[in-house]
Antibody, heavy 117, light 106 residues
Framework: EVQLVESGGGLVQPGGSLRLSCVVS????????MSWVRQAPGKGLEWVAR????????YYVDSVKGRFTISRDNANNSLYLQMNSLRAEDTAVYYC??????????WGQGTLVTVSS | DIQLTQSPSFLSASVGDRLTITCRAS??????LAWYQQKPGKAPKLLIY???TLQDGVPSRFSGSGSGTEFTLTISSLQPEDFATYYC?????????FGGGAKVEI
């Protein structure tokens, strides 16, 4: 059974940092691209970042470029999102998802990040 | 960036109705389009990928069509468990983008 479990969310002050983790099981992690997608409270979905199987290519939405870094540890079946210089508008549930060429086919349950003083 | 416009953004429907949601892209995206269903407090669930391919385990009442800039998601006979919000996503070019969503309510 494919499983993705996010952790690391919480309350952080504006300007602060947070590192999200996503541990996967049930598939060969190193064979898939992976994505982070977020959803602000009461809003729609927003794609955040994507990383190639071996970590050699990374892509970001403009609003997080230079502040967020996606990375992975294939030995430990883990995906990460390092978030720096956090802003109120980064408040959202963050989902990790397995990426395919034409979709994201498996998603975690999400972890809530709240940026507030 | 490629913008995706979903219509309608909200619709009221009844069990048994045939329902169609449209997703229009601001430029051509070939067939790099996916449809997701999301219920409150839950993660999105993939329904359709590559514009028209049904994901394993998804009921056959769901179907997708289109290519280029215009796409549709059709539910042939709405069931109680289908009341949810539906999103399209383009995966043709970065940044990947989602439509604004279409909420289906009774």
């Amino acid at each position: 059974e494919v499983q993705l479990v996010e952790s690391g969310g919480g309350l952080v002050q504006p300007g602060g940092s947070l590192r999200l983790s996503c541990v996967v099981s049930g598939f060969t992690f190193s064979s898939y691209w992976m994505s982070w997608v977020r959803q602000a409270p009461g809003k729609g979905l927003e794609w955040v970042a994507r990383i190639k199987k071996d970590g050699s290519e990374k892509y970001y939405v403009d609003s997080v470029k230079g502040r967020f870094t996606i990375s992975r540890d294939n030995a430990n079946n883990s995906l990460y999102l390092q978030m720096n210089s956090l802003r109120a508008e980064d408040t959202a549930v963050y989902y990790c998802a397995r990426a395919r060429p034409s979709s994201s086919d498996y998603w975690g349950q999400g972890t809530l990040v709240t940026v507030s003083s | 960036d490629i913008q995706l416009t979903q219509s309608p953004s909200f619709l009221s429907a009844s069990v048994g109705d045939r329902l169609t949601i449209t997703c229009r892209a601001s430029q051509g995206i070939s067939s790099y389009l996916a449809w997701y269903q999301q219920k409150p407090g839950k993660a999105p669930k993939l329904l359709i990928y590559a514009a028209s391919t049904l994901q394993d385990g998804v009921p056959s009442r769901f179907s997708g069509s289109g290519s280029g800039t215009e796409f549709t998601l059709t539910i042939s006979s709405l069931q109680p468990e289908d009341f949810a919000t539906y999103y399209c996503q383009q995966l043709n070019s970065y940044p990947l983008t989602f439509g604004g969503g279409a909420k289906v309510e009774i």
